[in-house]
C-alpha cells in the first residue's frame, strides 16, 4: 500500500467484467514463476502505476481470497507492504489491467473508516490507523481468510 507522508494511500477503482459495482483496491498483483515477492511488487508498481524508484516497505496484512472474475474462479494469497512514497500522477501501463481500471485516487486515510464505497481489504481503515499509530506488526499477519 502507498503512503504519502501527508497519511494518504493510493488506491485503483476497479470495474468487474460481470457488470457488479465497482470497488477500491491497492495497487500490486500475482507472483508470476521464479519471481520474488519484492520483484514481483516492483513489477506491477511499475506497470500499474509507472513507479520503479521505491523501498518495499514493512508486512501489514496478509489474506487468502477466493472469488469469481468473469468467468474464472480464483484463489489467491496476497500479502499488503507499505511503500512510502511522496505523491505522484500514476499512469497505467499493463493493458489487461487498464480494461477494468475505472480511476486512480489519493485517500485521506481518515476517510477510509468513513466511505461507504467498498475498499479491499475490507479492514484497510483499521491495517493503516494502525500502521500509523502503532507502527509495524513485531510478528507476521495471521493470514485473514475470505471466500466471495
Known amino acids: 500500500m502507498l503512503l504519502t507522508p501527508d497519511h494518504e494511500v493510493l488506491l485503483m477503482r476497479l470495474r468487474p467484467?460481470?457488470?457488479?459495482?465497482?470497488?477500491w483496491i491497492a495497487p500490486g498483483g500475482g507472483i508470476?514463476?521464479?519471481?520474488?515477492?519484492?520483484g514481483a511488487l516492483r513489477r506491477e508498481l511499475r506497470e500499474?502505476?509507472?513507479?520503479?524508484?521505491?523501498a518495499c516497505g514493512p508486512l501489514v496484512w496478509r489474506r487468502h481470497h477466493t472469488f469469481d472474475w468473469g468467468p474464472r474462479r480464483i484463489?489467491?494469497?496476497?500479502?499488503?507492504r507499505i511503500?512510502?512514497?511522496?505523491?505522484?500522477?500514476?499512469?497505467?501501463?499493463?493493458?489487461?489491467?487498464?480494461?477494468?481500471?475505472?480511476?486512480f485516487r489519493w485517500w485521506p486515510v481518515d476517510d477510509l473508516a468513513k466511505t461507504p464505497e467498498q475498499l479491499t481489504p475490507l479492514s484497510l481503515a483499521?491495517?493503516?490507523?494502525?500502521?500509523?499509530?502503532?507502527?509495524?506488526?513485531?510478528d507476521t499477519p495471521g493470514e485473514e481468510v475470505l471466500v466471495d
Open 48 to 54: 500499474e502505476l509507472g513507479l520503479t524508484d521505491f
Open 126 to 138: 483499521t491495517i493503516m490507523r494502525s500502521y500509523l499509530n502503532d507502527g509495524p506488526p513485531k
Open 17 to 23: 467484467p460481470d457488470g457488479s459495482a465497482c470497488f
Open 75 to 80: 484463489s489467491q494469497r496476497e500479502e499488503y
Open 83 to 103: 511503500v512510502h512514497v511522496n505523491r505522484f500522477d500514476p499512469v497505467m501501463s499493463d493493458p489487461v489491467e487498464a480494461q477494468v481500471l475505472d480511476c
Open 32 to 38: 508470476e514463476k521464479g519471481e520474488s515477492v519484492e
